[in-house]
């Protein structure tokens, strides 16, 4: 199994890297809406129920240390007040909402499924070119 954080990054299918894991790219009303199954080669993306809790405890951790390391950073090395660091949290955790939202899903599904190179169909070029050049 090789982990790809390309793929990973821009929310592609595990198993082919190809197909979109969102319906919408931005969609700040339903950021969860996924689509069911890939479009390119038909990979569940909601195996089980409940599947994504565990992608819960990933945005969990992601941005719980990604909020304090910089509010501790603030108070105790150039003397901000407490205030001040959570109203700085707080702008982090909205500039970052979406992409830890959405991100959590990925990398989760992308550390439980395998990627299988036959299931990507652009890289097929040689069967390809059987069908349209030399037939
Ligand atoms: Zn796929």
Redesign the pocket.
């Known amino acids: 199994m090789k982990f790809s954080f390309k793929s990973m990054w821009n929310y592609k299918?595990p198993?082919?890297r190809?197909?979109d894991l969102y319906k919408k790219p931005f969609d700040i009303s339903n950021p969860l809406d996924m689509h069911a199954k890939?479009p390119?080669?038909s990979?569940d993306y909601h195996p089980e129920p409940g599947f994504y809790f565990g992608a819960l405890i990933i945005s969990y951790g992601i941005s719980s240390w990604m909020l304090l390391l910089p509010a501790l950073l603030m108070v105790f090395k150039f003397d901000w007040s407490v205030n001040q660091a959570m109203l700085l949290a707080i702008a982090i955790a909205g500039i970052t909402y979406l992409k830890i939202l959405r991100g959590s899903r990925s990398l989760y599904l992308h550390l439980t499924m395998r990627y299988d190179k036959s299931?990507r169909k652009s890289d097929n070029s040689a069967s390809k070119y059987d069908k349209t050049i030399f037939k």
């Open positions: 299918c198993k082919c190809e197909g890939c390119n080669c990979l299931a």
